[in-house]
């Protein structure tokens, strides 16, 4: 089936899983059918979005593009079309227009996505996914959800907010399980 106006294939359904976990961004616009995903990062990022955008090329209608952003940020991001496979995933994660945490599973895919999106590793010791955008209880699921991939955490307060920090003897797991599907211009994130 051609995929132009067909389903999301399996590639495309855990990296929006992966995205919609980290930075990704779903939108319906008032009076629309169905909702859009929006990709936005750091232009220092530009390898990653153009990598983004290659994966779901059939679902856009042009390519990423740079504009200012917040003082002197420059974003580089794109769009999708939309879909109403958007739509129900939409559904899924976003409450009361808040997004949270549905009953879910990851695969190494959507897990390296996450992690290039949130995940930093401050040392040898601390690695970490930057989940402080969902509540606490959201959190936790998503602490059950790592464990059902054999993968420890806990939750770690920065600041004001909590974020999710792998134990020390998961993170070689953690990395064995991603490394293969971590971009070149992200693999820094990983210690690489």
């Known amino acids: ?79 999708t079309k939309q879909h109403p496979e958007f739509t129900k995933i939409m559904e899924l994660f976003y409450k009361n227009k808040k997004k949270c945490i549905p009953n879910l599973t990851l695969d190494p895919i959507s897990l390296a996505v996450w992690f290039m999106d949130d995940g930093s590793r401050c040392s040898k010791e601390n690695v970490y996914l930057n989940t402080q955008q969902f509540s606490k209880d959201d959190q936790y699921k998503l602490l059950e959800i790592l464990e059902k991939m054999g993968l420890s955490g806990t939750l770690n307060k920065d600041k004001t907010y909590h974020r999710i920090r792998f134990k020390t003897s998961g993170i070689p797991k953690l990395f064995g399980i991603i490394q293969k599907h971590i971009i070149p211009s992200m693999k820094y994130k990983i210690g690489l």
């Open 1 to 79: 089936m051609d995929n132009t106006a067909g389903s999301l294939n399996q590639l495309q359904k855990s990296f929006l899983i992966g995205t919609l976990l980290g930075d990704g961004y779903l939108r319906q616009l008032k009076g629309r059918r169905n909702a859009f995903l929006e990709v936005n990062h750091s232009i220092t990022q530009k390898e990653y979005v153009e990598w983004k955008y290659e994966l779901l090329k059939n679902l856009t209608r042009s390519g990423p593009k740079s504009r200012n952003g917040n003082g002197t940020r420059i974003a580089y991001r794109f769009y």
